[in-house]
Nanobody, 115 residues
Framework: QLQLVESGGGLVQPGGSLRLSCAASGAFLNYYTVGWFRQAPEKEREGIACISSLDVSPVYLDSVKGRFTASRDNAKKTLYLQMNNLKPEDTAVYYC????????WGQGTQVTVSS
């Protein structure tokens, strides 16, 4: 069965960088479109990046374009989210998800951007 585990979050100052990882087990990522999502305190969960199973560039939420880069390594069964020039409003719990599998959410990893 599928399990997704996010990691790499932490506390970072504004302008700093983090690289998140999402490791999958029990499934082959090459079969699916995958995504990164986040949920800030008292806010709705929002999608921030979508990576197609096709050989096309990821699609990003406007607020993270030019700062975040999503990628996938199907051989390693791992997703990545490189986050640069982080802002306080990026503070949230970050999740990976396979939209085609409704209960595929991981536990999330906390990202806190603060001086």
């Amino acid at each position: 069965q599928l399990q997704l585990v996010e990691s790499g979050g932490g506390l970072v100052q504004p302008g700093g960088s983090l690289r998140l990882s999402c490791a999958a087990s029990g499934a082959f990522l090459n079969y699916y479109t995958v995504g990164w999502f986040r949920q800030a305190p008292e806010k709705e969960r929002e999608g921030i990046a979508c990576i197609s199973s096709l050989d096309v560039s990821p699609v990003y939420l406007d607020s993270v374009k030019g700062r975040f880069t999503a990628s996938r390594d199907n051989a390693k069964k791992t997703l990545y989210l490189q986050m640069n020039n982080l802002k306080p409003e990026d503070t949230a719990v970050y999740y990976c998800h396979i939209p085609g599998i409704s209960n595929s959410w991981g536990q999330g990893t906390q990202v806190t951007v603060s001086s």
